[in-house]
């Protein structure tokens, strides 16, 4: 499975900014993002079930960003609002064929994309 996100970019701190993950190769269960900010450790941001039904989200983002999924398109959205300084980071769409995950153990990671978010 590859993973392809896109979407990055420059914002303002109160701005919103999506990104799109599309899979391509083979079938997947869980889709989330995850970041890493400079010199800190990646953190997990937000999950989707492959129904789309059921979602989870750090306590940092709950309330700001909302992810979501195109089986269809066979892509994943994490729409990003109420930006902050603090939101600076890559973000990684990951994915697993398993329905549930433990912590970052995803099977399958695209590249990066940047998001900066300036005060």
């Known amino acids: 499975v590859q993973l392809q996100a896109s979407g990055g970019g420059l914002a303002e701190a109160g701005g919103s900014l999506t990104l799109s993950c599309v899979a391509s190769g083979g079938t997947v269960n869980q889709m989330a993002w995850v970041r890493q900010a400079p010199g800190k450790e990646r953190e997990f941001v937000a999950a989707v079930d492959r129904s789309g039904r059921s979602t989870s989200y750090s306590t940092s983002v709950n309330g700001r960003f909302f992810v979501s999924r195109d089986n269809a398109k066979n892509t994943a959205y994490l729409e990003m609002s109420s930006l902050k300084p603090e939101d600076t980071a890559v973000y990684y769409c990951?994915?697993?064929?398993?329905?549930?995950?433990?912590?970052?153990?995803?099977?399958?990671w695209g590249k990066g994309t940047l998001v900066t978010v300036s005060s």
């Open positions: 990951v994915a697993d064929s398993r329905t549930m995950v433990s912590g970052l153990q995803y099977g399958y």
